[in-house]
């Protein structure tokens, strides 16, 4: 099986946690959609409520119960965006975690390897030829 190190498999939590709050993001961005379309519908509803028209007074019970729906749906979307946004914090706090413990973990994998190469330089600065240990 391959050695990985530490900072690769951390690498790969990044990249898999980024998409994770991209996909928040992407949640969050059709809810807000939602909401301007309903807020929209509420505005036209409304409009027809105070219309003087007299086809739209005729009409004006249903417009009610309409704009009724409408609230109960801009409730309901406002509460779903609230989540949302707690969960793309969640995840993008989860992202900046995992991406500061890749950094730690990167920084002790190259201290460790210069710690490496220094150690081999004393080894070979200090270490005894071989046939001088045959000479004694």
């Known amino acids: 099986m391959v050695d990985r190190k530490k900072s690769d498999k951390l690498k790969r939590l990044v990249a898999v946690q980024r998409h994770m709050e991209r996909m928040a993001e992407s949640d969050l961005a059709v809810t807000a959609q939602r909401l301007e379309e309903n807020a929209q519908s509420m505005n036209t509803v409304m409009e027809a409520i105070g219309s003087l ?65 220094i150690y081999d330089l004393i080894d070979l600065r200090f270490s005894t030829p071989a046939s001088s240990k045959l000479q004694k």
């Open 53 to 117: 028209q007299p086809l739209h007074r005729l009409f004006a019970q249903n417009y009610a119960e309409r704009f009724d729906r409408l609230s109960n749906t801009d409730k309901q979307l406002n509460g779903l965006q609230q989540v949302q946004e707690m969960k793309l914090l969640r995840e993008r706090t989860k992202a900046d975690r995992l991406q500061e413990n890749m950094l730690e973990a990167r920084n002790a994998e190259d201290r460790e390897g210069d710690d490496e190469a």
